[in-house]
């Protein structure tokens, strides 16, 4: 079956512009998450959506980072006014259910690269 | 808060020979994952332990879990050069993976 895609897999843009990152999770997934990789900071947990509950945004570096989930499935990832530090690898996961319990499945990512 | 080390950071081995990653964790956690990465790659999934005394084995690979001394291993056997790749342990931090810092391994002929 198909696993969790993102779109774009590459990304460059100009400091100061916003941009969309998208997130298709498994089909009859409830969970999704985002990450962020970066060569400075490693692997860091972005956001957590399960459901219809509130999300969990505790690892969302600043105001600038926003994300949002359409009809329980897809998800965007939304970051306005791109610094220079926001270029990164961005991960999208998701589970069946809450993550205590089920394994969490990784999509391909995007680069962003930010100039 | 759950907080994972790895060590070492990079290793550099020989083919044929065995070696071990070692991952801490600071707390609790409900489970422990190894990944795998390769280069402009995702994470894939390699083990999940799930309890004390835990142990996974997937050829060459093989990872234990010590939830008492908050320590989880994942051992090498007779190395060959595919398996060169940037290996991460995981913990479960609430709903969130918390990773650690990774250990890029090289297998060299």
């Known amino acids: 079956g198909a696993g969790v895609s993102q779109s774009p897999s590459n990304k460059v843009t100009e400091k100061g512009k916003d941009v969309e990152l998208r997130c298709d999770p498994i089909s009859g997934h409830t969970a999704l998450y985002w990450y962020r990789q970066s060569l400075g900071q490693g692997l860091e947990f972005l956001i957590y959506?399960?459901?219809?509950?509130?999300?969990?945004k505790s690892g969302l570096p600043s105001d600038r980072f926003s994300a949002e989930r359409t009809g329980g499935s897809v998800s965007t990832l939304t970051i306005q006014r791109t610094q220079q530090e926001d270029s990164a690898v961005y991960l999208c996961a998701s589970s069946f259910g809450q993550a205590s319990y089920n394994e969490q499945f990784f999509g391909p990512g995007t680069r962003l690269t930010v100039l | 808060e759950l907080k994972v080390e790895q060590n070492p950071l990079f290793l550099s081995m020989q083919e044929g020979k065995n070696y071990t990653i070692y991952c801490n964790y600071s707390t609790t956690s409900d489970r422990l994952y190894w990944y795998r990465q390769d280069p402009g790659k995702s994470l894939e999934s390699l083990f999940v332990l799930l309890s004390n005394g835990a142990v996974k084995q997937e050829g060459r690979l093989m990872a234990s879990l010590d939830t008492k001394a908050r320590l989880s291993t994942l051992h090498i056997t007779a190395a060959v050069h595919d398996l060169s790749a940037t290996y991460f342990c995981?913990?479960?931090?609430?709903?969130?993976?918390?990773f650690g810092q990774g250990t890029r391994l090289t297998i060299n002929p």
């Open positions: 995981a913990g479960q931090g609430a709903q969130k993976l918390v």
């Open positions: 959506f399960q459901g219809n509950s509130a999300p969990d």
